[in-house]
């Protein structure tokens, strides 16, 4: 009898096993389904006379095919979103990273079905990627703020022209979890920075010809040496039209100017000194 007893207290401890076993299973069905579908499974899961390995199993895939389900869709939300950011084709985005044809329809209604294992990886793989296109992008347009805010201090840029970039300063010191506004990464956005920085750079060295211009100018003055300033000043702004390389040459030969006549300012200056010691 004691034997018995035993034996059937072991089966019993094994029954209550295998039933928490069920339901813990039919708990995290439910919950996947519940945050697929926003609604409350109706079905029952769990037979209470049907507890054998076999039923486990097909259980156990039952969660694993909507856990899957569930990651895709959670995929699929992150690759909507983040396209919205970028401004990029999201049903270009989805075409080429999942096979499954109806995901991008399915997603909208929620009926997610025959999803494979491929689909659920390729579906990661675009997320990272566009992850990092968004990581990328946000640490371009992060520089091109600094650089921006830079220029427009040299040049004292009024608060009116700045304001148009606004929404590129407005990154430089964010996360990119914090970027979530349409289209705040647009690759518009960054080439219409690329240009105006191109323009502003311009300017500074057109600015930086003028400021030694009129250094030399002084000097020459100091000197009393005889130069035709508005000769010079039409010769420069000529050569400005040349664009930026051609700029970069004249700050060059300007500054040898400016250095000989330095040296041809002191060697005077020297002269005269002798001449008053006379």
């Known amino acids: 009898m004691s034997s018995i007893k035993q034996t059937l207290?072991?089966?019993?401890?094994?029954r209550k096993e295998r039933m928490k076993e069920f339901c813990d299973i039919q708990s995290q069905i439910i919950q996947v389904h519940e945050a697929l579908r926003g609604s409350i499974v109706d079905e029952k899961l769990v037979d209470d006379k049907d507890f054998t390995t076999k039923r486990l199993r097909e259980l156990k895939l039952v969660l694993q095919g909507r856990q899957r389900e569930k990651k895709i869709s959670d995929n699929i939300k992150s690759i909507h979103e983040v396209s919205d950011v970028l401004s990029v084709d999201l049903s270009k985005t989805v075409d080429e990273v999942i096979i499954h044809p109806s995901l991008c329809s399915s997603f909208a209604n929620s009926q997610l079905n025959n999803i494979s294992d491929v689909s659920s990886s390729r579906s990661g793989e675009a997320v990272d990627s566009l992850k990092q296109e968004k990581e990328r992008r946000l640490r371009k347009l992060q520089d091109l703020g600094s650089t921006l805010i830079e220029l427009w201090n040299t040049l004292d840029t009024p608060a009116d022209e700045r304001e148009r970039f606004d929404p590129v300063t407005a990154l430089i010191s964010v996360?990119?979890?914090?970027?979530?506004?349409?289209?705040?990464?647009?690759?518009?956005?960054?080439?219409?920075?690329?240009?105006?920085?191109?323009?502003?750079?311009?300017?500074?060295?057109?600015?930086l010809v003028?400021?030694?211009?009129?250094?030399?100018?002084?000097?020459?003055?100091?000197?009393?040496i005889h130069v035709d300033t508005q000769t010079a000043r039409h010769i420069l702004i000529t050569s400005q039209e040349f664009g930026g390389a051609h700029i970069?040459?004249?700050?060059?030969n300007m500054d040898d100017q400016i250095l000989k006549a330095k040296e041809l300012a002191l060697s005077r200056k020297e002269i005269l000194d002798k001449v008053e010691k006379l």
């Not at 207290?9 to 094994?14: A, D, N, T, W, Y």
């Not at 003028?210 to 009393?224: D, G, P, Y």
């Open 210 to 224: 003028m400021e030694k211009q009129k250094e030399l100018e002084e000097i020459n003055k100091s000197t009393h």
């Open 248 to 252: 970069s040459g004249l700050l060059s």
């Open 9 to 14: 207290e072991e089966l019993q401890r094994k």
């Open 175 to 207: 996360t990119v979890e914090e970027v979530t506004a349409r289209g705040s990464l647009a690759s518009d956005i960054i080439k219409q920075a690329n240009v105006e920085i191109e323009k502003l750079k311009a300017s500074k060295m057109e600015k």
